[in-house]
């Protein structure tokens, strides 16, 4: 069984999204349409698996 890991909320989830952002945005460039926070850590005060995810949306996929 895999053990999952769960947290109380980091005020610096927020933070460490938008530094990765700024990495997605310097490697796919113009082909960037919105990137978003998803998942738990995304939502202010929630307890949470401590794992940023991201969900980039680029012009077109190919």
């Given at each position: ?25 310097k490697i796919l460039g113009a082909e ?22 991201i969900m980039p949306v680029v012009r077109?996929?190919?």
């Amino acid at each position: 069984m895999r053990k999952v890991e769960v947290t109380a909320y980091n005020k610096n989830w927020p933070l460490m999204y938008e530094e990765e952002t700024v990495k997605l945005r310097k490697i796919l460039g113009a082909e960037i349409y919105k990137i978003y926070h998803i998942g738990s850590t995304s939502v202010d005060g929630l307890i949470a698996k401590p794992v940023i995810d991201i969900m980039p949306v680029v012009r077109d996929v190919n």
